[in-house]
Every structure is written in structure tokens, then in C-alpha cells.
T-cell receptor, first 112, second 117 residues
Framework: DTAVSQTPKYLVTQMGNDKSIKCEQNLGHDTMYWYKQDSKKFLKIMFSYNNKELIINETVPNRFSPKSPDKAHLNLHINSLELGDSAVYFC???????????FGSGTRLTVV | AQKVTQAQTEISVVEKEDVTLDCVYETRDTTYYLFWYKQPPSGELVFLIRRNSFDEQNEISGRYSWNFQKSTSSFNFTITASQVVDSAVYFCALSEADSNAGNMLTFGGGTRLMVKP
């Protein structure tokens, strides 16, 4: 049983397209996140949701829109994809800090 | 603002050597949490340890040990008798308890460890 699952694992698409990445966690955690890892391996927070409520929205282009239909799901929709959006996107969840964070296996997005 | 610095971008050792990965952090909060994650070549992020700011006891888990020193704002990670399977990128991360930004993790830039046979 995968604790935090992301789909798809790989996504190759053309510039200008719209795409979505899905994330689901079965840990019962209240908080979910999206992180972006660039080509130099830098990891940076994009969004955080707590019980379906947006609590962190870092400086991310508004082409990126997170959606949380329930506390077990946090999807990421990206409009008008650009070359610079190519990265690995990680979903994560946590239940308070003491439990640590559980990350999904990542989605490698390549925009051509 | 919180910041995590991992000055070593790449370290190369020969199997069975001990290696220490450095992590220095900055925070204004008195309550915070520190983490280490491992990212093997397969790409997933594997949780290794978390430590809260009030617990300065060092921790050992098998070949892994962590040295937390508040006086120098450091949380270093040592692998004893390294093995090829330890080859990965290791990330140190910080989360501030008092922050309005929820449970956000701020990561260091990572240290790529290469263990050669």
C-alpha cells in the first residue's frame, strides 16, 4: 500500500498545453503539500493545504492551481506550460511536525 | 526567515570510510524541527530523522548518527563504514513551529554522496 501516491510518474508535453498531476494519501494526514525540485536538485515549497484549506502559496505563477477536493487528495493543475516548468514535482503529507513528512515518488514533468 | 545551508555539494569516498555531511541552519524561532532526507538515484525522498530544537541529544541508528549543536546552529549527519548503497543526495531541512507558514519545510541545497567500491 503506497502511503502517498502521485500520478503520472512521467509526463512529457508540449509548450502551451494544460496538464494535471494527481496526489492521494492514505495516511489520514491533515496537511498536504506540493514541492518542486529543479534540475539542480533544489527543493522548494509551492503550496500547502490543511484540511482542504490553502495555507501556503509561495511565489508561484498563477498558471499553477492546486485543488483539494478532500483532505486525502491534492491535485496540481498547470496551464499554458512553459519550458521552465520542467522539473520533478513532489507531493507530500504530514500530521504535525513530529511525524515527519511523507513524500510521494515524484512526477517528472518535461516540457518540450 | 529560515534558511538551511549544506556547503558540501559533492563528496566522494571509498567504501568503508566514515563520512560527515554538514548542515547549518538559520531561524529566529526558538521552537523548530530539523530533518534529514535521502534521495537515492531512483528519485524518491526517504525520511531519515527529525529532531526538535529542545532535544540536543545525539542520535545513532545503525551506521547513521546525527550531531545537533544549537550553539553553532548545526545538525550534522555521519555515516560510519559507508557502503555503495549509501550513494545518494542527502537533504537537510528545517521547519519553524512558530511560523504562520504552517508546516513548511525549507530544504538545503543537498549534498551528493558518492561511495565507490
Amino acid at each position: 500500500d503506497t502511503a502517498v501516491s502521485q500520478t503520472p510518474k512521467y509526463l512529457v508535453t508540449q509548450m502551451g498545453n494544460d496538464k494535471s498531476i494527481k496526489c492521494e494519501q492514505n495516511l489520514g494526514h491533515d496537511t498536504m503539500y506540493w514541492y518542486k525540485q529543479d534540475s539542480k536538485k533544489f527543493l522548494k515549497i509551492m503550496f500547502s493545504y490543511n484540511n482542504k484549506e490553502l495555507i501556503i502559496n509561495e511565489t508561484v505563477p498563477n498558471r499553477f492551481s492546486p485543488k483539494s477536493p478532500d483532505k486525502a487528495h491534492l491535485n496540481l493543475h498547470i496551464n499554458s506550460l512553459e519550458l521552465g516548468d520542467s522539473a520533478v514535482y513532489f507531493c507530500a503529507s504530514s500530521q504535525g511536525r513530529l511525524a515527519g513528512y511523507t513524500f510521494g515518488s515524484g512526477t517528472r514533468l518535461t516540457v518540450v | 526567515a529560515q534558511k538551511v545551508t549544506q556547503a558540501q555539494t559533492e563528496i566522494s569516498v571509498v567504501e568503508k570510510e566514515d563520512v560527515t555531511l554538514d548542515c547549518v541552519y538559520e531561524t529566529r524561532d526558538t521552537t523548530y524541527y530539523l530533518f534529514w532526507y535521502k534521495q537515492p538515484p531512483s528519485g524518491e525522498l526517504v525520511f531519515l530523522i527529525r529532531r526538535n530544537s529542545f532535544d540536543e541529544q545525539n542520535e545513532i541508528s545503525g551506521r547513521y548518527s546525527w550531531n545537533f549543536q544549537k550553539s553553532t546552529s548545526s545538525f550534522n549527519f555521519t555515516i560510519t563504514a559507508s557502503q555503495v548503497v549509501d550513494s545518494a543526495v542527502y537533504f537537510c531541512a528545517l521547519s519553524e513551529a512558530d511560523s504562520n507558514a504552517g508546516n513548511m519545510l525549507t530544504f538545503g541545497g543537498g549534498t551528493r554522496l558518492m561511495v565507490k567500491p
